[in-house]
């Protein structure tokens, strides 16, 4: 069937792909080419694109370990992966209206945390930018209120929210 989607691990050669949809998706976050071929390179396993069934990409998950109650910069790469995290980051997220509405979303989400949880991760988190609190909330994450990180998110926007889901119970 031509509109079946399925997630697979990201490619190098998928990231001008990427940087379209990101472009679309997120264009009050623009970020280089550079970020994520950096991610991708540092934390493979979590990095997935969503294929429509022409072949065609319709969104993209970009995820990695970093420490919880941290914000990567926007738009900055990491250098490397700390040692020793328990904590694996959401970056991006992001599905063309093509791709929405078909559970794609949250498919990916609960393989990344499925992946997370056996690899020994204790929690997840993210930024939910875009009012996508309410999604994120569905899949089991919560709001973390902290003015340290509130400073940082300002330079997201106004309604950006770091959110955290923990492995336990």
């Known amino acids: 069937m031509a509109n079946e989607t399925s997630w697979r691990r990201m490619a190098p050669a998928d ?15 623009p970020e280089d080419e550079a970020i994520f071929a950096e991610r991708l390179r540092l934390a493979p396993e979590g990095c997935h694109v969503l294929a429509g069934g022409d072949g065609a990409l319709q969104g993209y998950l970009v995820s990695h370990p970093w ?9 900055s790469l990491l250098g490397g ?3 020793g ?12 209206p093509a791709g929405r509405g078909s559970g794609a979303a949250a498919a990916i989400v609960a393989a990344i945390v499925r992946q997370a949880a056996e ?5 997840l988190a993210l930024v939910a930018v875009n009012d996508s609190t309410g999604f994120w909330r569905r899949q089991g994450f919560r709001e973390v209120h902290d003015p340290a990180l509130d400073r940082k998110l300002a ?11 923990d492995m336990n119970g």
């Not at 420490?67 to 738009?75: C, F």
């Not at 690899?119 to 929690?123: A, D, P, V």
């Not at 330079?155 to 889901?165: L, N, P």
């Open 15 to 29: 990231l001008p792909a990427v940087m379209a949809i990101a472009a679309v998706v997120h264009p009050d976050y």
């Open 67 to 75: 420490p919880a109650g941290a914000v990567p910069a926007l738009n």
């Open 81 to 83: 992966i700390p040692v």
């Open 85 to 96: 995290i328990a904590n694996w980051y959401l970056h991006d997220l992001a599905l063309l």
């Open 119 to 123: 690899t020994g991760y204790t929690s």
């Open 155 to 165: 330079s997201y926007d106004d309604a950006a929210r770091y959110m955290r889901r």
